[in-house]
C-alpha cells in the first residue's frame, strides 16, 4: 500500500502557482522526501527532494513541514507542458520507492 | 547522453512464453531498480540492486528473475508469461541509495 496520501486530481491555470500537497505521516527520521512527474506514459522524471529543509530548484520548491509528516511541491508558474501526474514518494536507504497513484495536474489556458 | 536505455520499447508475447527485458546506463551507477506500472495505478518496485552480484526483491518480485553481472546492465526476465504481467515495465539507476532515481522510457509488454 502506498504511504503517501495526494488528491487525484488538480486544476491550475497557466502562469498561476501550482501548489500540490503530499501526506507522509509515516516517514522516519533519515528519509527523504521525493517528487517526480510522469508526463503521458513517459518514465517518470525526477523534480526535487527534500529531508528536513525547504529546498529550491530550477524546476520547483519543495515546503517540507516542521513534524515532516507533509509537504507541497510548488511550481511557481505552471505552464501547459507541466501537465502531468506527480508523484510524491519516499523509501528506505536502498532506495526501494513505492509510489502511489499520485496528483494528475492539469494545466488550463 | 544516453542515460537509461530499455529494450525493446513494445512487445508482445504469448500465454508461457519467456523474455528478457534489456536495461543499461551508461552513468557508472551504483544502484539499479525494476518497477511494473499498472494502467491508472502508481509504480511497484519489483527488484533491485545495490550493485555487481547484488540484488534483492521489491514489493511485487513473484514472475521474474534478475541478474546484475556488470554495473552497466541489469536484465529483467520473464520465464512464464501471465495476462497478469501485461504491464509497463520502467528500469531506473542512481548513484546511491538515497539519491535521485533516473528512468528509461519503459517497456510495453502485452501477454495475450
Known amino acids: 500500500d502506498a504511504k503517501t496520501t495526494q488528491p487525484p486530481s488538480m486544476d491550475c491555470a497557466e502562469g498561476r502557482a501550482a501548489n500540490l500537497p503530499c501526506n507522509h505521516s509515516t516517514i522516519s527520521g533519515n528519509e527523504y522526501v521525493y517528487w517526480y512527474r510522469q508526463i503521458h506514459s513517459q518514465g517518470p522524471q525526477y523534480i526535487i527532494h527534500?529531508?528536513?529543509n525547504n529546498e529550491t530548484n530550477e524546476m520547483a520548491s519543495l515546503i517540507i513541514t516542521e513534524d515532516r509528516k507533509s509537504s507541497t511541491l510548488i511550481l511557481p508558474h505552471a505552464t501547459l507542458r507541466d501537465t502531468a501526474v506527480y508523484y510524491c514518494?519516499?523509501?528506505?536507504?536502498?532506495?526501494?520507492?513505492?509510489f502511489g497513484k499520485g496528483t494528475k495536474l492539469s494545466v488550463k489556458p | 547522453n544516453a542515460g537509461v536505455t530499455q529494450t525493446p520499447k513494445f512487445r508482445i508475447l504469448k500465454i508461457g512464453q519467456s523474455m528478457t527485458l534489456q536495461c543499461t546506463q551508461d552513468m557508472n551507477h551504483n544502484y539499479m531498480y525494476w518497477y511494473r506500472q499498472d494502467p491508472g495505478m502508481g509504480l511497484k518496485l519489483i527488484y533491485y540492486?545495490?550493485?555487481?552480484?547484488?540484488?534483492d526483491k521489491g514489493e511485487v518480485p513473484n514472475g521474474y528473475n534478475v541478474s546484475r553481472s556488470t554495473t552497466e546492465d541489469f536484465p529483467l526476465r520473464l520465464e512464464l508469461a501471465a495476462p497478469s504481467q501485461t504491464s509497463v515495465y520502467f528500469c531506473?539507476?542512481?548513484?546511491?541509495?538515497?539519491?535521485?532515481?533516473?528512468f528509461g522510457d519503459g517497456t510495453r509488454l502485452s501477454i495475450l
Open positions: 531506473a539507476s542512481s548513484r546511491q541509495g538515497g539519491q535521485p532515481q533516473h
Open positions: 527534500g529531508l528536513k
Open positions: 540492486s545495490v550493485g555487481a552480484g547484488i540484488t
Open positions: 514518494v519516499f523509501g528506505g536507504s536502498q532506495g526501494n520507492l513505492i
